[in-house]
Structures are given as structure tokens and as C-alpha cells.
């Protein structure tokens, strides 16, 4: 038989004090001398008494909880991030409800009604690669619910964002394949209506335009489930190397695809790097374990999902509404390794053998 917790009545009972002298001393109020607070919060201890969060949030119309809604908590990118974020809301005594959308659009209006109908405080949201248009988000906004919006984004939402230095990271890497001596360069990416997608896309065609070089339409491949559906990757892939002259180099745009694409080419038999090099954005937490070890361009991940809470608790807690919003850009990280090591040998730093970290220009602030 559960035993029924104690409440503040009857702590109020068994000490002989009224209800508020209780409840003020538990708050430490200034009201309620030294030894009752000592005598009401001993009393509390030795019997075990916890708040009734639900009653209290009945009262004040707060949950203290923040929902997050993102593509898929199965990934290396975004274990990171929801770590950051119960990092800030754990100094907050927030507690945190997650839901994953598995790239669907119809998942994640179902995902946000259900946290909405939870009276979360706050949400947090990364956009799923089949998103086709933000009205289901745009009325939880309009209804007062506050948003920060991370990773994948939208402008249509007059909110915080914070997102990686998309542009600048793929620009680093192709880059360095060209560098390396590289020229027919494909881009394996996700779904063309993220952000995420245009940003690395963009970066990539600006990299080879530096360099004097045309952007082959046949050498960008888009998969909408972003890795998830294997025969679509696979199917990519084997497009790609059915060219007539086939890319000798590989940059995938996210995290998942970018794992997958090394799985497939192993099993298909393609030498990593001499028959195609790869580099991929990757938060994949051992890539030197792999053979060849993975180029990786890495995202600031847990600073990611940190901030963004840290903004959302701002917004819940704030007692006017911001004037202006920020869109904070975190810089990205080329950890350069064996994938792509022909023609040159890959290089080292102290710390990780086969890395070499080339970083994108610093975080940005724009309002």
C-alpha cells in the first residue's frame, strides 16, 4: 500500500502554526523567524515532504516544463543538444518532455498539439525534413506560447534561433577536398526545404565558385529523409557513381546521412579515400575508431541546445516581451582525418592523432 505524502497541513497540524506561517517558512520568508523556519523545514526533512508541483502550477499557470520537438533523438548531433538544454533548465528547476518527429511533417503537428495540450512553458523546436509549411506553429506563437527556434529553422517566426555556421562549415570542407586535389566533388544532402540544407548547399556552390570551378547539378543529391530511409541513400549513391565521370570526392550534409554514406560505401566496396574521399558534418562521438577515420565538419551541439534554453527561459520568465529577438551563429569545427587524406597525408594536433580542426569564423549575433 503506497503511503499518502505530507502535506503542509499537516505539518501545520503537527507543529501547532497556521497554514501560511508553514508555507511562508518553507519559502524562507523574511516574515517567519530563524527558529520557526528551522523548526517547519527539520520537520519537512525528517518527514519526507515534497511540493505539489501539479497544485502549483495549477495555481500559477506554470508547468516549469519546456518541450522539445526534433527530427530524431537516435542521433549523435542531437543527444548533444538535448544534453545542453537539461543543463540550462536543470539550473532552472525546469524539467524537460521530448518528442521526435522522424522527419514527418504530420508528426510533428501531432508532436506540438500534444505539447501544447501538456501546458508546457516554453518550446523548442528543430524543424523535420518533411515540414511543408509553418501554420501549426505560427497559431501555438500567436497564442502567446514562447518558441526559440534551433538548428533548423525559419524566418517566418519572429523569434530567437540559434544555428551552426552551416555556410562557413561546408565552405571549409569542400575547401579542403579541393585543397587536397580533388575536383569532382558531389553533395549528398537532406530534405531542400530545411535550412540547414540551403545554408551547406550554398557554402559547397561558393567554395567551388571560388576555385574557378562549375557546379554540376548531377554532383547534388537531396534525400527528404535525411538518412533515415536507407534505400533512398543507397539509391543516391549508386546515381552518383553510375556518372559518366563519377565525383572522386563526397560532402554530405548532416549527421545521420553522413554516417550512413560511410556504411553504404563499405559495403559497396568503394576505397575510402582512393576511390572517394569523405567528409561529412558529423557529431559522431569516436570518428578516428573508424577505418578510414572520418572527416568530420562537427557543430557546437551542446552550447546549441544550451543557449536555446537558456533564451526560452528568458522568454517564459521575462515580464514584457523582447523588443527584438537574436539569431545566434555558432561556429563550426573541420576536424580533418584519414577519409580524406589522398593526395596529402592527413594531419595531426595535439590531443586527437589523425585531426586537424580548422574552425569557421566566431559566433555571430544579429538582431
Known amino acids: 500500500m503506497i503511503k499518502q505524502p505530507i502535506t503542509i497541513k499537516d505539518i501545520a497540524r503537527s507543529l501547532g502554526l497556521s497554514f501560511s506561517t508553514v508555507s511562508r517558512a518553507l519559502k524562507g520568508s523574511y516574515k517567519i523567524s530563524d527558529a520557526t523556519q528551522q523548526l517547519v523545514k527539520d520537520y519537512a526533512a525528517k518527514h519526507n515532504y515534497r511540493p505539489n508541483l501539479m497544485a502549483q502550477s495549477l495555481k500559477n ?8 520537438a526534433l527530427s530524431s533523438i537516435p542521433n549523435n548531433f542531437y543527444a548533444e543538444v538535448i544534453s545542453g538544454i537539461e543543463s540550462a533548465a536543470y539550473n532552472k528547476d525546469y524539467l524537460v518532455m521530448i518528442t521526435q518527429n522522424d522527419e ?42 514562447p518558441i526559440v527556434l534551433f538548428d533548423r529553422v525559419t524566418d517566418a517566426i519572429n ?18 577536398l579541393l585543397e587536397r586535389g580533388f575536383r569532382r566533388i558531389a553533395h549528398l544532402t537532406g530534405a531542400p526545404g530545411l535550412s540547414i540544407t540551403r545554408e551547406r548547399l550554398q557554402g559547397y556552390q561558393d567554395a567551388l565558385r571560388a576555385h574557378q570551378l562549375p557546379v554540376h547539378d548531377h554532383y547534388i543529391k537531396y534525400c527528404n529523409a535525411c538518412g533515415n530511409d536507407i534505400p533512398e541513400t543507397e539509391n543516391a549513391i549508386r546515381e552518383l557513381l553510375s556518372l559518366a565521370t563519377p565525383p572522386d570526392a563526397l560532402l554530405v550534409g548532416s ?18 579515400p582512393g576511390q572517394m574521399a569523405l567528409a561529412g558534418f558529423s557529431n559522431f562521438s569516436s570518428p578516428e575508431l573508424l577505418s578510414p577515420s572520418l572527416t568530420t565538419i562537427r557543430q557546437s551541439a551542446f552550447e546549441m541546445g544550451k543557449i536555446a534554453a537558456e533564451l526560452l527561459i528568458d522568454l517564459i520568465e521575462r515580464k514584457r516581451p523582447p523588443s527584438t529577438f537574436e539569431t545566434r551563429i555558432l561556429p563550426t569545427h573541420l576536424c580533418i582525418r584519414h577519409s580524406t587524406a589522398t593526395p596529402l597525408p592527413a594531419s595531426c594536433t595535439a590531443g586527437t592523432p589523425g585531426t586537424s580542426p580548422v574552425r569557421s569564423p566566431g559566433p555571430g549575433i544579429y538582431n
Open 255 to 272: 549527421d545521420r546521412l553522413t554516417m550512413r554514406c560511410f556504411s553504404i560505401l563499405h559495403e559497396q566496396g568503394i576505397q575510402i
Open 159 to 176: 523569434t530567437h534561433r540559434v544555428i551552426a555556421d552551416n555556410k562557413g562549415g561546408a565552405f571549409n570542407a569542400t575547401r579542403h
Open 61 to 68: 499557470k506554470k508547468s516549469r516544463c519546456l518541450g522539445i
Open 104 to 145: 514527418s511533417y504530420e508528426r510533428e503537428i501531432k508532436n506540438l498539439e500534444n505539447l501544447s495540450w501538456r501546458a508546457v512553458d516554453g518550446l523548442l523546436l528543430s524543424l523535420s525534413g518533411g515540414t511543408a509549411d509553418i501554420a501549426h506553429i505560427q497559431r501555438l506563437h500567436d497564442h502567446g506560447l
